[in-house]
């Protein structure tokens, strides 16, 4: 079986700061891991992923994911957030062990940057 | 392309009518999904599709039916709506392969409210 879990509802941070959203995940095999970001009234945007290879993942808008295999887990992270990436935030997994076809999503984290 | 599709945008039910929402896309995946999204319980898999013909249920399904006649098209059907299914639906498509790790393209969303 699959299954991810975000710990945080909701991350608030300041413009200019570092922001970290945290994931951490279960599967028998080995994992696919993604983020995807939601915008008010929008659907889900793809935004990183990890398949193999280099722990560290960089995808859209300057976001990228550390993949820790001892830990379980693939936080999110920005070096410096702006206000416009105050959106939701899903962390997706799918086991690559047991034909799961279709990849298991979180309950979401609401980042809100302040100015 | 225009990617992932839904019709329509919105659609108020009274209980007991029936109704399908329509999901369309033009990128030759061979994956599709219905999910629903609900305050606090993040993205929940309604079925899925691994191909024209193949459908399989997700984690709620029931109350719910799909057919995939096509590769291109996945509808989801509401037999007889209750206000439970008041929701956000999105549809989702992929394509599988090792290269891809199966990263999904979502519709813009269908919101229902069931009174």
């Known amino acids: 079986a699959q299954s991810v879990a975000q710990p945080e509802d909701q991350v608030n941070v300041a413009e200019g700061n570092p922001l970290t959203v945290k994931c951490t995940y279960s599967?028998?095999?080995?994992?696919?891991l993604f983020w995807y970001v939601q915008y008010p009234n929008r659907g889900l945007q793809f935004l990183l992923k990890?398949?193999?290879?280099?722990?560290l993942v960089k995808g859209s808008y300057g976001f990228e994911a550390e993949f820790n295999k001892s830990q379980t887990s693939f936080h999110l992270k920005k070096p410096s957030a702006l206000v416009s990436d105050s959106a939701l935030y899903f962390c997706?997994?799918?086991?690559?062990?047991?034909?799961?076809?279709?990849?298991?999503f979180g309950r979401g984290t609401s980042l809100i940057v302040h100015p | 392309n225009a990617g992932v599709t839904q019709t329509p945008k919105f659609q108020v039910l009274k209980t007991g009518q029936s109704m399908t929402l329509q999901c369309a896309q033009d990128?030759?995946?061979?994956?599709m999904s219905w999910y629903r999204q609900d305050p606090g319980m993040g993205l929940r898999l309604i079925h899925y599709?691994?191909?024209?013909?193949?459908?399989d249920q997700g984690e709620v399904p029931n109350g719910y039916n799909v057919s995939r006649s096509t590769t291109e098209d996945f509808p989801l059907r509401l037999l007889s709506a209750a206000p439970s299914q008041t929701s956000v639906y999105f549809c989702?498509?992929?394509?599988?392969?090792?290269?891809?790790?199966?990263?999904?393209?979502f519709g813009p969303g269908t919101r229902l409210t069931v009174t």
């Open positions: 997706a997994v799918r086991d690559m062990k047991g034909g799961s076809y279709i990849p298991t």
């Open positions: 990890y398949i193999t290879g280099d722990n």
């Open positions: 599967v028998s095999g080995n994992p696919y």
């Open positions: 599709s691994v191909g024209a013909g193949i459908t």
């Open positions: 989702a498509s992929s394509r599988p392969g090792q290269a891809e790790g199966h990263e999904q393209y």
């Open positions: 990128m030759n995946h061979e994956y």
